[in-house]
């Protein structure tokens, strides 16, 4: 896909985790980044691991630090330095992350980024870890990172309250040079930013080369529902079943005389590798039912696409969508011919 990092998993966690981060980090020209916490046994499992980039975090919110880490502010000062010290004098990148950071006092982000900064941190990553930033105060707080730290800015949004895909555009607004993003938003609670999303807007609204494949990224979504057993809702944003589907009357009458008038345009089926579709409804006027019957082989006349419309109408109102052989049958109740019908009209 192109994707700049890969950070592969959290190598100390198992044998099996280990093998899988090393395995990965063998397999590809990718930098592969290794999780740990600021615990020596951490990171020395993750050097082990080879991969490029070691991500070293710490709770730094009074909520976490005094109830989840139980540890003081000065504890967690020192041992990121150590952490981060010690990533560096084996030669690999660092980045360094203040978990719960939009929850953070924001003069002990400043002491605690600018301490990891002397350090010789080479990344610091942002994380709204319970997704309670908002665009807003989010980019705002990115800004005021950058005057604690030289180090390039990575930011990591959750999507508790849907925000994260545009906290993370905030934060590239903001100064960010990266954001961790999953494939379909998969991640704690309600997820992550989704790969997807970032991807696509940074390309689409920004007119940023990613570098990313983005032709395979309905088929990065598939494979990844698939392995993950997490389903992709129908109205996900660009990789969802009903991104590029259309039934209301309106709406498809403008797709089919130019798709701009009810896409964005600027992100079409093609770009993200899905397949425009047009779906028989409720909603569905003449002009989509006429373009299904033709694709069906039928050469209708005004009236009967009419007939046939009032048909899917009915049957759409009880019935979610009303399929292809659901349509013939209409056609067939109402007496519509074939194209290739005894010299009967062409499609």
Not at 148 to 163: K, R, S, W, Y
Not at 293 to 305: C, Y
């Amino acid at each position: 896909m192109g994707t700049h990092v890969i950070e592969a998993g959290f190598p100390v966690n198992s044998e099996a985790e280990f093998e899988s981060v090393s395995d990965i980090a063998a397999a590809t020209d990718t930098t592969v980044c290794g999780l740990a916490r600021v615990v020596d046994k951490d990171v020395e499992a993750a050097l082990d691991s080879g991969v490029e980039l070691v991500h070293v975090f710490v709770s730094t919110s009074d909520v976490q630090l005094a109830d989840s880490m139980h540890a003081s502010k000065q504890e967690a000062v020192d041992r990121a330095v150590e952490c981060v010290e010690r990533v560096k004098e084996a030669g690999v990148e660092v980045m360094f992350s203040p978990m719960d950071a939009t929850r953070t006092d924001v003069d002990f982000l400043a002491e605690i980024l600018s301490a990891v900064d002397e350090a010789g941190v080479d990344w610091v990553n942002i994380p709204d870890t319970t997704g309670v930033g908002t665009p807003t105060r989010f980019a705002n707080l990115v800004k005021e990172i950058r005057t604690f730290t030289d180090a390039e800015i990575d930011v990591h949004a959750h999507d508790d309250f849907g925000l994260a895909a545009a906290n993370a555009m905030a934060g590239f607004e903001a100064g960010a040079s990266q954001a961790q993003v999953s494939v379909n938003g998969i991640g704690e609670r309600a997820g992550n930013a989704a790969f997807e999303e970032v991807v696509t807007a940074a390309e689409s609204l920004y007119d940023v080369d990613t570098g990313i494949d983005t032709t395979r990224i309905t088929e990065l979504s598939r494979i990844v529902e698939e392995a993950s057993d997490i389903p992709v809702p129908g109205n996900k944003p660009v990789v969802g079943r009903n991104a590029f589907s259309h039934e209301s009357g309106i709406h498809a009458a403008g797709v089919i005389e130019n798709s701009d008038t009810f896409e964005p345009g600027v992100m079409t089926p093609d770009m993200v590798g899905a397949q425009r579709e047009f779906v028989l409804g409720k909603h569905t006027g003449t002009h989509s039912v006429r373009k299904r019957l033709v694709e069906s082989g039928f050469a209708p006349t005004d009236a009967e696409v009419r007939e046939v419309t009032r048909l899917v109408k009915d049957y759409g109102a009880e019935k979610e969508r009303v399929t292809v052989d659901a349509l013939t049958g209409f056609a067939r109740d109402v007496g519509v011919d074939r194209a290739d019908d005894d010299g009967e009209g062409n499609a």
